[in-house]
């Protein structure tokens, strides 16, 4: 096992990833910027170096500082968490090449699963279901002509990144030269490759999603479904587990199909694999997230399996020491991403001090943070400040719990989402579990 971890990433992962390491009797290492010099996971590591300025390019997506940083400290493993350089291959090569574990998949498999061309046709092999559509098209001319035989609706989607970004609906064959330029530009500003291709856009449809652990010796398990349709400009909001469409017999199908995926991309450490579900209950393979989730707890309140811990171990060369059979859905947890926005004002970003901060408590409620009363939240960065959990043995019981945790969450000085959470969780179609990716969509014009 390790003795000292370092931790390229910040706010709540980061903490998370550090309890995991002082529960496990690892040394840990924070890295941050000067604009995170306060920040919590910075007073809770062991050790902590400054990186770079406010700026992300210029700090935690600064690899050359962060590995220098590792190697000044003897630290033997980097935790890249979520976001950030956690699906970068170069930077996983790069700790590769200076000895230094990488607490996650290889580079290979890294860059492999990124291109969601490659990505596709992999999973065609492993006899994987796709989504129809077509692989990467080299020219305007080209991706017209696949789009005719695809037909509309469908959507363009970028070969490389996530986040939502470089990926547009088309309706109909006249609005398809101009959002194919857009989602090919954004693409390239954003991932540095502007390559695109085609889907079918299934619609209504549910998002769905399958969690992996997956060793070094070939064991590979999926712990487990979670809910994800709650979006915002494909965004998450809301996670759930399990998610009220599946059955159990879908749930062991989809589970199938996801250990089989994994092992077809010579999968190690967490995983997800994204599928699409339509209305008829076929569903599909969108994409593989080859890393942590922000929502991996939402699956650690359902089995007690703590994902962390075993990225860790993992990487660490130990086996699993369950198996499939060993997995079970023992109650139901609901997540909500209490974001530093205002809904009220087109979620306009918000910052500035926490000048009162109470977190819920009482069975079963977990609030992942890394708030502290006094704290200034930076305008530098991702808007999320914390995530909050319930489980419960229903879900109604889960809904009713996380509507009593949002009112007990008392967060001054910054605006934030959770209020809109709340309208959520009493929306009578959310309640049903009948509802879709479109949900926000729908509410935005409905002007609720």
Known sequence: MFSKILIANRGEIAVRIIRACKEMGISTVAVFSEADREALHVSLADESICIGPAQVQDSYLNMTAIIEAAVATKAEAV???????????????????????????????????????????????????????????????????????????????????GGGRGIRLVQKAEDFERAFQAASNEAQLAFGDGACYLEKYIYPA????????????????????????????????????????VSPQMRQQMAEVAVRAAKAAHYTNAGTIEFLVAPDGNFY??????????????????????????????????????????????????????????????????????????????????????????????????????????????????IRKMQAALCELVIEGIAHNSELHQEILSDPEFQSGNYYTNFMQKREKGGK
């Open 79 to 161: 935790h890249p968490g979520y976001g950030l350089l956690s699906e970068n291959a170069k930077f996983a090569d790069l700790c590769a090449q200076c000895h230094l574990a990488f607490i996650g998949p290889s580079p290979e498999v890294i860059s492999r699963m990124g291109d969601k061309d490659a990505a596709r046709k992999t999973m065609t092999a492993a006899g994987v279901p796709v989504i129809p559509g077509c692989d990467v098209v080299e020219s305007l001319e080209q991706a017209q002509k696949e789009a005719e035989r695809i037909g509309y609706p469908l959507l363009i989607k970028a070969r490389s990144g």
């Open 206 to 245: 549910k998002h769905v999603e399958m969690q992996l652990l997956c060793d070094n010796q070939g064991n590979a398990v999926a712990l487990g479904e979670r809910e994800c349709s709650i979006q915002r400009h494909n965004q998450k909001l809301i996670e759930e587990s399990p998610s009220p469409a």
């Open 285 to 398: 393979f969108m994409e593989m997230n080859t890393r942590l989730q922000v929502e991996h707890s939402v699956t650690e309140m359902v089995t007690g399996v703590d994902i962390v811990k075993w990225q860790i171990r993992i990487a660490a060369g130990i086996p699993l020491n369950f198996r499939q059979e060993d997995i079970r859905l023992s109650s139901c947890a609901i997540e909500c991403r209490i974001n530093a926005e205002d809904p009220a004002h087109h979620f306009r970003p918000s910052c500035g001090k926490v000048t009162l901060l109470h977190v819920p408590g009482g069975p079963m409620v977990r609030f992942d943070t890394a708030l502290y009363q006094d704290y200034t939240v930076p305008p530098f960065y991702d808007s999320m400040i914390g995530k909050l959990i319930v489980s419960a043995q229903t879900r109604d019981e889960a």
